[in-house]
C-alpha cells in the first residue's frame, strides 16, 4: 500500500508502510545512519499525519517483516489477541492516541495483549513527550518474584555492582553500598567481565549467599549469555532471574546468539530449579531483558525498519516471556544511533512508554557514553521524567560509574533523591526488610549505624569465600 | 588477600545482630573498609550530603568526565603512540577506515567498519595472506588505551605464537577503526585467526582499557556472535600477560573447533574468578553498542 499528502503545497508520498513509520519517527541519528530518516522536517510532520489516519487494522493485518522470514514476526502473530483487538481494529492511530490519553478511563479498554508493537510504535510516534509520559503513568505493569514490582506508589532500584575483573569481595562491597542506601530491590545484578562458567558461578553463589545470609527478599542475578547462566545452573549455581539482551528481529537476536526456543527453554529450566529450591518465592515472573533502540541496526539486522519500531518489536519478545523486569540501556549504544541528550531523552521516554503499553514491568537504564554530547545533568533531567511518568525501575551505580562497561548511569544517591523528590518508596517487601535491619526508620534512610555497617561488611568476607571462616 | 581474610576473624553465624558482641576487640568498620575498597576501583563508600553528593565527589566526577570527553577525541599518531622500538620491529604501518574524520567515525559506525580503497591496497602489497595469526591495532575510542597497552601486548602475542611455531602475519594500524573491520581483514588476508586488538570506549575511572577481538577465518557477515573477547586489558583490569595468555588459549581453542565466537567458551576456575587480578574470560555475546 502506498500514501501521499499535501502539506503547505508540497506533496510527499510514501510508498510503503516501512517507509511511513520511519519518517514518522522524530529525529534519531540511527535512524539517518540507515538511510531511512525523513529529508526534511515537513516530510517527518507528513508522515506524521499519514499515520494518524491509518487504521490499526492495516498495522495489524501488514506485519512489516514476512513471518516465513522472520521468527519474531511469527511469535507476534501467535501471541497478539485478535478477540481483545476486534473492538480496537478500525480505530486509527490517532484515535487510539486520544483514547490513551483521555480522561474517562479508557486506557482499561486497551488490554496489552490487544496491542501489537507496530501499533506501539505508531502512537507514540504521535505523541509529545508530556504525552508519553502522561499515558505511561495511567498503565502499572506489576510482577512478582521473590518481591513485588511495579505497584503504585513504588521505584525499585537495580544494584549494578559491576568489576571489571569480577572480584567477588568489590561486587560485594558495592552491593551492600547500595543495599545502604535502599537500592536493590529490583535486582542485584551484576554484567560480568568474563563470560566463563566458573566466573559467573562464583558471581552467582556469592550474591545469592548475601541474599540468603541476610534474608533479603529480592532477586540477583549475572547478566551472561543466557547459555552460560543455564551451564552455571546446571553445575549448582542459584539463579534467581534469567538474563538477556534481546532484539525484534530473528537476524538481530541471531547477533546476540540468541533464539527464541533457547529462551523458551532456559525460562523452562529456571521455573523449574525455583521449585526445587522451594524458597520463599511469591511469583513466577523468572526473566529479565534488556534492550535498547539502535541494537537491531547496529548488527546490522533492522530491514529498513526504524530502530523505534524495531525496539516495541524486542518488547513484543519480551512479554512472551512473562518477564520480571525489563528496561532499555537508553544511552548506551552511542551518538551514531542517539545523538545528544535531546534523542536520548525522547528514546527513553519512547521505550518507557511503549513497554508499559505492550504490558511491560518497564525500567529505564538511564544512562550515557563519553564519546555523546550528553553528561551527568541529562541523566537528572531524565530520571525526573521518568519517575514522573511512572517507570518501574532505575539502576543503582557507585557514583553513577560503572568501572567495568564503562559507561555513566544513576548512582545510589539519585536514587535516594528521587524517591524521596516524588514520594516514592522500594517494594513492599523489601521495605519492610529495610526497617527491620534498621537501614531505613519510618521509611527515610535512617542515620549512619556504624554495628549494621559493620556486620554487612564482615558478611562479605563470609560469603565471598564460602566456607572459609 | 589473604590479608583481608586475617583481619575479620570468627565472624559469628548470624552476625545480623552481633553488634551487642562490638565491645570485643573487633575491627572498627574504618578497618573493614579500608581493606575492602581496595578489592574494587569502583566509588564505594563516599559519604554523603543529604541525598546528594559530597562537593569533593561531585567535582572528582565532573573532571574526569572531562578528562574522557578529551580522550575521545584525540587521534592517532604511530610512532608517539606505539614507540618507535615496537614500529621498526613490526614494519608497522597506519592505514584509514572509509572514515573521513572523527566526527564521521562517532556518527558512522558502518564506514569504521571498512578499509577504505587505500587501505585495502596497501594491505595487500604489505601483508602475505594466509597467517595463523593476524593481529590488527584499531583506534577504536581511545587512543590512549591503545597507547599505554598495545605496544606491549603486540610484541607479546608475536613472542608466544614463535613459541608456538604459528606464523605471525605483517601487523598494521587501522585509523578509525571499529570491530567489524576484522571482517574485511579476513576477506583480504584469509589469515587462520584475526585478533583486532582496540581501544575501548573510556569510562570515567580509566581511558586507556583495552579489548582484544579474536575472530576465526572472519568474512563479510560475520558478526559479534562469531568473535571472542578478552576486555579491560589495562593497569587495573587484565594485566597484559595473563590477557596475551588467554587470547593464545583462546586462538588454540578456536583453530581446535575451526570456529570462533559463542560456540568458543573460556574455562577458568571459580578459584581465579574470586581473585582480582586474575580475572575470568571474555563476553562474546556482545552488550548494546560496544566499540561494534
Not at chain 2, 52 to 74: C, F, G, P, S
Request: charged content about 25%; glycine content about 8%.
Amino acid at each position: 500500500m502506498a500514501w501521499a499528502t499535501v502539506v503547505r503545497g508540497e506533496r510527499f508520498a510514501f510508498d510503503d508502510l516501512r517507509t511511513l513509520l520511519a519518517k514518522a519517527n522524530e529525529e534519531k541519528s540511527g535512524d539517518r545512519l540507515a538511510g531511512i530518516a525523513a529529508r526534511s522536517e515537513s516530510e517527518r510532520a507528513a508522515a506524521k499525519t499519514v499515520l494518524a489516519d491509518l487504521p490499526l487494522a492495516v498495522l495489524v493485518d501488514e506485519p512489516l517483516l514476512d513471518p516465513a522470514h522472520d521468527d519474531v514476526s511469527r511469535l507476534l502473530a501467535r501471541t497478539h489477541d485478535a478477540a481483545a483487538f476486534a473492538p480496537l481494529r478500525s480505530l486509527t492511530v490517532g484515535e487510539l492516541r486520544e483514547r490513551l490519553l483521555s480522561h474517562d478511563g479508557a486506557v482499561d479498554a486497551v488490554p496489552p495483549r490487544a496491542i501489537v508493537p507496530e501499533v506501539a510504535a505508531a502512537v507514540a510516534k504521535l505523541m509529545s513527550n508530556l504525552d508519553l509520559m502522561t499515558a505511561a503513568r495511567r498503565m502499572r505493569r506489576v510482577t512478582r518474584c521473590r518481591n513485588t514490582m511495579g505497584e503504585p506508589g513504588v521505584l525499585g532500584i537495580r544494584v549494578q555492582p559491576n568489576h571489571p575483573a569480577d572480584d567477588v569481595r568489590g561486587i560485594l562491597l558495592s552491593t551492600v553500598d547500595g543495599l545502604l542506601f535502599g537500592c536493590g530491590d529490583a535486582v542485584i545484578g551484576v554484567n560480568p567481565a568474563s563470560e566463563s562458567v566458573a566466573t559467573v558461578g562464583a558471581i552467582l553463589h556469592a550474591l545469592g549467599a548475601l541474599v540468603e545470609r541476610w534474608q533479603i527478599p529480592t532477586q540477583t542475578c549475572c547478566l551472561a549469555h543466557v547459555s552460560t547462566q543455564l551451564a552455571a545452573l546446571e553445575r549448582g549455581a542459584p539463579i534467581d532471574l534469567l538474563f538477556q539482551s534481546i532484539a525484534g528481529t530473528e537476524a538481530a537476536n541471531a547477533s546476540f546468539g540468541v533464539t527464541l526456543d533457547l529462551l523458551h527453554e532456559g525460562r523452562e529450566r529456571v521455573l523449574a530449579h525455583h521449585r526445587e529450591r522451594g524458597d520463599a518465592w511469591v511469583g513466577d515472573d523468572v526473566m529479565y531483558f534488556e534492550t535498547g533502540q539502535g541494537s537491531a541496526l547496529s548488527a546490522e539486522a533492522h530491514h529498513g525498519i526504524d530502530q523505534l519500531t524495531c525496539e516495541a518489536r524486542a518488547y513484543g519478545v519480551a512479554r512472551a516471556f512473562s518477564p520480571f523486569l525489563v528496561n532499555s540501556v537508553v544511552g548506551f549504544i552511542g551518538p551514531e544511533y542517539l545523538f545528544d541528550e535531546r534523542q536520548i531523552v525522547r528514546a527513553g521516554l519512547e521505550d518507557h512508554f511503549m513497554g508499559k503499553l505492550l504490558g511491560l514491568p518497564m525500567g529505564v537504564d538511564v544512562c550515557y557514553t563519553n564519546h555523546v554530547a550528553a553528561d551527568q545533568n541529562s541523566c537528572d533531567n531524565l530520571l525526573v521524567l521518568l519517575a514522573s511518568a511512572g517507570c518501574n525501575y532505575f539502576m543503582g551505580v557507585p557514583c553513577a560509574d560503572d568501572v567495568m562497561l564503562g559507561y555513566q548511569s544513576t548512582s545510589f544517591h539519585d536514587a535516594a533523591a528521587i524517591r524521596a523528590l516524588f514520594g516514592l518508596t522500594p517494594a513492599p517487601e523489601f521495605a519492610r526488610w529495610l526497617e527491620e535491619r534498621g537501614i531505613f526508620r519510618d521509611g527515610r534512610r535512617s542515620a549512619s549505624n556504624a554495628a549494621l555497617r559493620r556486620d554487612l561488611l564482615r558478611a562479605i568476607e563470609r560469603v565471598a569465600l564460602p566456607g572459609a571462616a | 588477600m589473604s590479608g583481608a581474610r586475617e583481619s575479620v576473624p570468627g565472624v559469628p553465624q548470624g552476625a545480623a545482630h552481633a553488634s551487642t558482641t562490638a565491645m570485643r576487640a573487633e575491627p572498627s568498620v574504618e578497618a573493614l573498609e579500608s581493606v575492602l575498597v581496595e578489592h574494587t576501583p569502583a566509588r564505594v563508600l563516599v559519604g554523603e550530603a543529604g541525598d546528594a553528593y559530597r562537593t569533593a565527589t561531585q567535582l572528582e566526577l565532573r573532571r574526569d568526565h572531562a578528562a574522557a570527553r578529551d580522550a575521545v577525541r584525540r587521534e592517532l599518531d604511530l610512532h608517539a603512540d606505539l614507540g618507535l622500538d615496537v614500529v621498526q620491529r613490526f614494519g608497522l604501518f597506519v592505514v584509514d577506515s572509509c572514515c573521513r574524520d572523527k566526527d564521521e567515525y562517532l556518527l558512522r559506525p558502518d564506514l569504521g567498519r571498512r578499509l577504505s580503497a587505500e587501505a585495502q591496497d596497501r594491505i595487500r602489497g604489505m601483508c602475505p595472506p594466509g597467517a595463523d595469526l593476524q593481529v590488527v591495532v584499531g583506534d577504536g575510542l581511545s587512543v590512549a588505551a591503545v597507547a599505554a597497552q598495545a605496544a606491549t601486548v603486540l610484541g607479546m602475542l608475536a613472542d608466544a605464537a614463535a613459541a608456538r611455531g604459528w606464523t605471525f602475519g605483517q601487523p598494521f594500524c587501522v585509523r578509525h577503526c571499529r570491530v567489524g573491520v576484522l571482517n574485511d581483514v579476513g576477506d583480504l588476508l584469509a589469515p587462520e585467526v584475526v585478533v583486532l586488538l582496540i581501544g575501548e570506549r573510556p569510562g570515567l575511572r580509566y581511558a586507556d582499557s583495552l579489548s582484544a577481538y579474536l575472530a576465526y577465518q572472519p568474512r563479510a557477515g560475520h558478526t559479534d556472535a562469531e568473535r571472542n573477547l578478552v576486555c579491560n586489558i589495562h593497569e587495573r583490569g587484565v594485566a597484559h600477560d595473563a590477557a596475551v595468555a588467554r587470547i593464545v588459549a583462546l586462538a588454540e581453542q578456536c583453530r581446535a573447533a575451526r570456529t570462533s565466537g559463542i560456540a568458543v567458551k573460556e574455562e577458568l576456575s571459580a578459584v581465579t574468578a574470586a581473585r582480582s587480578n586474575e580475572p575470568g574470560a571474555p563476553a562474546p555475546a556482545p552488550t548494546i553498542g560496544r566499540v561494534g
